[in-house]
């Protein structure tokens, strides 16, 4: 462990401290180059962007550009640590964006004191990018800030933690679901957590079929129900009036367990009594709430999905934010909306139903994948990814109206 760590140091550090730079991408070699690029041939866009804000997506580079922000109150699973020490994280996030999605992104860490002056200041900025994407930003006040945000701006804005985690979540759901021959309007789920990634889960599992009063949600305290006097307004949502109380209580013939929490919290004789066939999503990192050997261990016909890449079905946002974004840009959506998110679990679930390319076999280490037990999301090194969760993407940007262009012809074909 002191030899990675000492890498990841390292990595940071060499050859040049960080993980990103900023690249020309006109010529500046020459007097004439240089006149065009700076003065006095740069007035001629500022004219042109004065007149039309939307000649900024011509003559700029706003509409491949994403700001990842975040005021680094909820660093992974570290806690708050502050803005400053935040800025690895968010400069892996640009790493990722432009890896996977060939985006630019700038990291912006936020020091503020009220919650207000976090979501003035993105406000402020927000018509410089093409998109918002908020990270490591501690729940409740991450739904306040996304909420304002995406009312004050006319830029997507997406707090990935909680929407990118469900959307990835929903997509391996309902494969598994479909592999253990169940529906998920039919299942009973207990969510162990209650925070950003929790909440935003559950919403979506909604949206994708599942019922809220078949939703047994738990915190550090318990049982989320009725009588408990000590929830914020995102918790009551999924209040049940019941008279369970701990996990043991909920987790009696459940169908799905969905982990947000920390490590080593579902037992193996919890987990035993669990209805036939179960689907655990145990995604607390870098430890899951129960390790993938001891639940299989403790029974045979459960399908299991962790947040790691060293088991099968790792739950991992890479799989959707970038090319969440990459759909959203290239129509000018002005929002990701619940159409936007739904399409993209679609697309991402039914990809992993199709062959795997040789390509994606050898980057991922495998001899072999198809849709089954220990395949039900793609691999995100899969570049199809990019071409099938954008295009989804983009086509439920026009349709629903939040798109300020057609999309392209022939936009992401294979």
Known sequence: MTDF??????????????????????????????ALA???????????????????????????????????????????????????????????????????????????RTTQDFINTVANIADTFGGINLEDIKAPECFEIEQALIERCNVPVFHDDQHGTAIVTAAGMLNALEIQGKKLADSLIVCLGAGAAAIACMELLIKCGAQREHIYMLDSKGVIHTRRDDLNEYKQLFANNTDKRTLKDVIDGADIFVGVSGPDLL??????????????????????????????????????GTGRSDYPNQVNNVLCFP??????????????????????????????????????LKGAGEKSLSFGRDYIIPKPIDPRLCQRVARAVAEAAVKSGVAKIDMPENYMMD
Do not use: W
């Open 38 to 112: 700076y003065s006095p041939g740069v007035a001629e866009p500022v004219r042109e962007i004065a007149q039309d804000p939307d000649n900024a997506y011509r003559y700029t580079a706003k509409g491949n550009i994403v700001a990842v922000i975040s005021n680094g109150t909820a660093i992974l699973g570290l806690g708050n640590l502050g803005p400053l020490a935040s800025k690895p994280v968010m400069e892996g996030k640009a790493l990722l964006f432009k890896r996977f999605a060939g985006l630019d992104s700038i990291d912006i860490e936020v020091s503020h």
């Open 323 to 360: 090319f969440m974004f990459r759909g959203a840009l290239d129509v000018r959506a002005t929002a990701i909306n619940d159409e936007m998110k739904v399409a993209a679990v679609e697309a991402i679930r039914q990809l992993a139903k199709e062959e795997v390319p040789e390509s994606v």
């Open 267 to 304: 037992s193996p004789e919890e987990l035993k009594l669990m209805a036939p066939n179960p689907v655990i999503f145990a995604c607390s990192n870098p430890d899951p709430e129960i390790k993938p050997e001891v639940a299989k261990e403790a029974r045979d016909d459960l399908i299991m």
């Open 5 to 34: 760590r000492q890498q990841a140091l390292d990595y940071h550090e060499y050859p040049t401290p960080g993980k990103i730079s900023v690249e020309l991408t006109t010529p500046a070699e020459t007097s004439k180059d240089l």
